[in-house]
Nanobody
């Protein structure tokens, strides 16, 4: 059974940084893709970035480009989202997700989801 466990969320002031972690287990094969999404209250879930082993990351969300960076530790089956220069509008529940073969920003195409971690940025 695929499991994704996120950690690292919290409250921070504007301009601060957080690093989210997503530990994956129970998957089969190496052709997996892990992505980060977020959902603010009253808004749709939006894709931030995703990465496939051995490939460069795909970054989807213009509002975070240059501030958020996705990376992997393949030995630990963990994907990170480094978030710098946080803004109040980054406040949301952040989710990691897993699928196979291809990155996509469309949340409906992802098969497995973590429980989410809250990020709150105050002004």
């Amino acid at each position: 059974e695929v499991q994704l466990v996120e950690s690292g969320g919290g409250s921070v002031q504007a301009g601060g940084s957080l690093t989210l972690s997503c530990a994956a287990s129970g998957f089969t094969g190496d052709d997996l893709v892990i992505g980060w999404f977020r959902q603010a209250p009253g808004k749709e879930r939006e894709g931030i970035s995703c990465i496939r082993r051995g490939d460069s990351p795909s970054n989807y969300l213009d509002s975070v480009k240059g501030r958020f960076t996705i990376s992997t530790d393949n030995a630990r089956n963990t994907v990170y989202l480094q978030m710098n220069s946080l803004k109040p509008e980054d406040t949301a529940v952040y989710y990691c997700a897993l699928r196979y073969r291809v990155c996509t920003a469309l949340s409906s195409f992802w098969n497995y989801w973590g429980q989410g971690t809250q990020v709150t940025v105050s002004s």
